[in-house]
């Protein structure tokens, strides 16, 4: 037996996020944003929570009423970012296979073949999902969290990066069918468009007042500043982001709090605690830092926990609004110095 000691295990290395990297987040934030008002005016917290979603790997539910641009808005992303387009209009009679696709007979080798859905696109537009029924939401719920659809046995992913951008109308509820709490706790955030200012409706009616083909515009006008395999790998490095354990304690307590909330009947889950985490991570780099700060949990906060928690009756018979309590909640807990 050798009397030589053996050497120590070796410490396990982790990577982080590098300055180059933070640098070129922000560059093509920036870009990004600049190619988007070209053509899409205002509504920053769509274009921002939008944004974050897609490089934290979630999913946006936009809440608006017709006619603020929200088609425009995932088409001009999905040429901005170089990514395909796909829509699905909801309606009460369509049906699961019409969104994932379904096994068709080939008369050539007489046996049958999957023919893709819709949903077989990179950023998805489920315009007014809540015009169809559970069975129609739940075709969405396997592809939302595992990027994949499984029919007969055999999975088909979906190609990435994935997002899905669902709208509803808060206005209209006659034919109209509540999302279950299993199919909001799917999306990242809840992104409220709200009508344009005086300035910006100015504006809007200056630009898409003359009646030019959409896609013409967006071919010559709005540059591609990025593609999916940068964006899949800017996405990777995101998750290397510095967050204290400070700052995750923060986000905890804000979370727990929601459960003890007087005003809420039900507060957010554990997977609105993951959303602010990679959520803040994604906003430090598009900012250009490689560590978070408690402002990037604050600034998604809003969007991340407003469709995860449920008002009690009597808050409602009050009138009180989910926003107010929740920036209730927030200014009632110390924020850490980091």
């Given at each position: 037996?050798?009397?030589?000691?053996?050497?120590?295990?070796?410490?396990?290395?982790?990577?982080?996020?590098?300055?180059?990297?933070?640098?070129?987040?922000?560059?093509?934030?920036?870009?990004?944003?600049?190619?988007?008002?070209k053509?899409f005016?205002?509504?920053?917290?769509?274009?921002?929570?939008?944004?974050?979603a897609?490089?934290?790997?979630?999913?946006?539910?936009?809440?608006?009423?017709?006619?603020?641009?929200?088609?425009?808005?995932?088409?001009?992303?999905?040429?901005v970012?170089?990514?395909?387009?796909?829509?699905?209009?909801?309606?009460?009679?369509?049906?699961?296979?019409?969104?994932?696709?379904?096994?068709?007979l080939?008369?050539?080798?007489?046996?049958?073949?999957?023919r893709?859905?819709?949903?077989?696109?990179?950023f998805?537009?489920?315009d007014?999902?809540?015009?169809?029924?559970?069975?129609t939401?739940?075709?969405?719920?396997?592809?939302?969290?595992?990027?994949?659809?499984?029919?007969?046995g055999?999975?088909?992913?979906?190609?990435?990066?994935?997002?899905?951008?669902?709208?509803?109308?808060?206005?209209?509820?006659?034919?109209?069918?509540?999302?279950?709490?299993?199919?909001?706790?799917?999306?990242?955030?809840?992104?409220?468009?709200?009508y344009p200012?005086?300035?910006?409706?100015?504006?809007?009616?200056?630009?898409?007042?003359?009646?030019?083909?959409?896609?013409s515009?967006?071919?010559?006008?709005?540059?591609?500043?990025?593609?999916?395999?940068?964006?899949?790998?800017?996405?990777?490095?995101?998750?290397?982001?510095?967050?204290?354990?400070?700052?995750?304690?923060?986000?905890?307590?804000?979370?727990?709090?929601?459960?003890?909330?007087?005003?809420?009947?039900?507060?957010?889950?554990?997977?609105?605690?993951?959303?602010?985490?990679?959520?803040?991570?994604?906003?430090?780099?598009?900012?250009?830092?490689?560590?978070?700060?408690?402002?990037?949990?604050?600034?998604?906060?809003?969007?991340?926990?407003r469709?995860?928690?449920?008002?009690?009756?009597?808050?409602?018979?009050?009138?009180?609004?989910?926003?107010?309590?929740?920036?209730?909640?927030?200014?009632?807990?110390?924020?850490p110095?980091?």
């Amino acid at each position: 037996m050798s009397d030589i000691p053996s050497p120590p295990p070796a410490e396990p290395q982790f990577v982080t996020a590098t300055h180059s990297h933070v640098h070129e987040t922000k560059t093509l934030f920036e870009a990004a944003v600049a190619e988007i008002s070209k053509v899409f005016v205002g509504q920053d917290e769509l274009v921002t929570t939008s944004l974050v979603a897609l490089f934290s790997g979630g999913h946006v539910l936009i809440e608006g009423v017709p006619g603020l641009g929200k088609t425009l808005f995932v088409r001009t992303l999905g040429r901005v970012l170089g990514c395909q387009f796909g829509r699905i209009q909801f309606t009460a009679d369509l049906m699961p296979s019409d969104i994932t696709g379904a096994p068709i007979l080939d008369l050539k080798t007489q046996d049958f073949r999957f023919r893709p859905g819709p949903v077989f696109t990179q950023f998805l537009l489920a315009d007014e999902i809540n015009r169809s029924p559970a069975k129609t939401h739940a075709a969405l719920l396997e592809i939302m969290q595992e990027f994949r659809v499984t029919i007969d046995g055999v999975s088909h992913p979906v190609p990435r990066p994935f997002l899905v951008m669902a709208t509803q109308n808060p206005i209209e509820s006659e034919g109209t069918y509540s999302l279950p709490e299993a199919q909001l706790d799917r999306f990242m955030f809840k992104a409220m468009v709200s009508y344009p200012s005086e300035q910006e409706e100015s504006r809007i009616l200056e630009m898409h007042s003359k009646q030019i083909d959409l896609s013409s515009v967006l071919n010559d006008q709005v540059a591609q500043v990025t593609s999916p395999e940068q964006i899949s790998n800017i996405s990777k490095m995101n998750c290397q982001v510095r967050v204290e354990p400070k700052l995750l304690a923060y986000i905890n307590k804000i979370v727990r709090l929601t459960r003890n909330w007087p005003t809420f009947h039900m507060g957010a889950s554990p997977r609105a605690g993951l959303a602010l985490v990679q959520g803040a991570r994604t906003i430090a780099a598009f900012r250009g830092r490689d560590f978070a700060v408690p402002d990037d949990v604050v600034e998604i906060a809003l969007p991340a926990l407003r469709h995860r928690v449920i008002m009690s009756a009597e808050a409602e018979v009050e009138g009180l609004k989910v926003d107010q309590e929740l920036t209730s909640l927030l200014r009632s807990i110390e924020v850490p110095r980091i």
